[in-house]
């Protein structure tokens, strides 16, 4: 592998995002998903303090629904451990929701205000303080800011050459983004260009959509993988890809420190 790799976005998102990188092996994308899974921390509620609950459902069944709410994480202010307060208190007849949730740090808030958290009946009562603490996906999976981690190879795709005249296409379903080795046969779009990236979605994943009557061959892309990521709301798919990128660094800065002679 090389030291100079690239990256380029294909479906650019907030919290979904499709993206290319060219230049890594195998071993390193694998790295790279590991590290957006496991090593970015986020902040999870813990700890719950209730001060009262005259609800139908019992603290630690609340207490489990309150840690899988995602809570935003900034970048760079916090440090792993650190704790953020929050609080609640809402009686019914309503729901309580997770924008309910009242922090001490504007930083620190829920990432989205419509998860229910409970339905209160007439005279029901909920209050509670709770701690949300910074932790990574390791130690546990409610801090796992990714949600959805995956890639996979870049495949190309070659025309070698026209279907028989009364050979009936069979469907040639391809799934993710493909690279187009001979673009001007694609069918339906007269700007295409050798070597453009193209979402399997935008001709139903069946390359018979794309190519009419043309027979195709699919190669993997040598060192080019292309990931899909979704967040929970933590942060951006793009502070995720950072952050992991910065772990990967540290561990190999810490690897490289402790073999040296």
Do not use: C, W
Not at 7 to 25: D, H, K, M, N, Q
Not at 44 to 72: A, Q
Not at 162 to 181: H, S
């Amino acid at each position: 592998m090389t030291n100079d790799f690239e990256v380029e976005f294909i479906e650019p998102g907030e919290r979904s995002a499709r993206f290319l990188v060219r230049g890594v092996s195998p071993a390193v994308a694998n790295g790279i998903r590991r590290a957006m899974v496991a090593d970015v921390p986020t902040f999870s509620i813990d700890t719950v303090r209730f001060v009262e609950n005259s609800s139908v459902m019992f603290d630690e069944m609340i207490g489990l629904r309150l840690g899988l709410v995602p809570l935003s994480t900034p970048i760079g202010d916090f440090e792993e451990g650190d704790v953020v307060t929050l609080a609640l208190d809402v009686e019914g007849p309503a729901t309580a929701y997770s924008g309910d949730l009242e922090s001490a740090d504007a930083m620190v808030q829920p990432a989205d205000e419509n998860i229910p958290i409970i339905e209160l009946k007439d005279g029901q009562h909920l209050e509670f303080e709770a701690d949300a603490v910074l932790d990574s996906g390791k130690s546990h999976a409610k801090h796992q800011g990714g949600v959805s981690v995956g890639y996979r190879h870049l495949q190309r795709v070659e025309v070698a050459g026209d279907a028989g005249e009364f050979e009936e296409q069979e469907p040639n379903i391809l799934r993710g983004v493909i690279e187009e080795a001979a673009a001007e046969h694609a069918d339906a779009d007269a700007d295409a260009t050798d070597g453009d990236l193209v979402a399997t979605d935008a001709f139903d994943n069946d390359l018979t959509n794309r190519y009419p009557g043309k027979e195709v061959e699919v190669h993997d892309v040598p060192d080019a993988f292309v990931f899909h990521v979704e967040t929970d709301g933590s942060f951006s798919v793009e502070e995720l890809v950072l952050r992991a990128a910065e772990t990967l660094g540290d561990r190999a800065a810490e690897l490289e420190s402790k073999v040296a002679i």
